[in-house]
């Protein structure tokens, strides 16, 4: 569940806007486009995917961790599977978890259909045109 919450100074002016985030891990397409972490990074409300995140949009995909390792290009192990999908999905408490690289999580978001492709090329654009 997200909503919305409103601001106001005394006058009843509008002052800030904060959306909040439930704490379930999200099941469907629409529950992640309503995520800080699908988000761009470049957002102030951007959060990096928890692990139960990551698992359950590889889940949504209908990928095994060696078949997102494959899609992402990352190692595996057809018999072991992908020690690196592996930690990217172990429990942040866990001192074997890694947090996900942004541009894998961003591929599986397009994947997914939660955010499309020309959401990335508008990234990128935006991203190239603060070079100086």
């Given at each position: 569940?997200?909503?919305?919450?409103?601001?106001?100074?005394?006058?009843?002016?509008?002052?800030?806007?904060?959306?909040?985030?439930?704490?379930?891990?999200?099941?469907?397409?629409?529950?992640?486009?309503?995520?800080?972490?699908?988000?761009?990074?470049?957002?102030?409300?951007?959060?990096?995917?928890?692990?139960?995140?990551?698992?359950?949009?590889?889940?949504?995909?209908?990928?095994?961790?060696?078949?997102?390792?494959?899609?992402?290009?990352?190692?595996?192990?057809v018999k072991k599977?992908?020690?690196?999908?592996r930690k990217w999905?172990?429990?942040?408490?866990?001192?074997?978890?890694?947090?996900?690289?942004?541009?894998?999580?961003?591929?599986?978001?397009?994947?997914?259909?939660?955010?499309?492709?020309?959401?990335?090329?508008?990234?990128?654009?935006?991203?190239?045109s603060n070079v100086?």
């Open positions: 569940m997200s909503g919305r919450l409103l601001l106001e100074d005394q006058a009843g002016k509008i002052m800030e806007t904060k959306i909040f985030y439930s704490n379930t891990v999200p099941k469907t397409v629409m529950a992640f486009r309503n995520r800080p972490c699908a988000l761009k990074k470049s957002d102030p409300s951007f959060e990096q995917p928890s692990a139960a995140e990551v698992r359950a949009l590889r889940n949504l995909l209908g990928c095994s961790q060696v078949g997102l390792a494959k899609i992402l290009g990352v190692t595996y192990n599977g992908s020690q690196t999908v999905e172990t429990s942040e408490d866990s001192k074997e978890h890694r947090p996900i690289n942004y541009a894998a999580w961003r591929l599986m978001l397009i994947a997914a259909g939660v955010i499309s492709s020309s959401d990335l090329i508008d990234e990128v654009s935006a991203q190239s100086t």
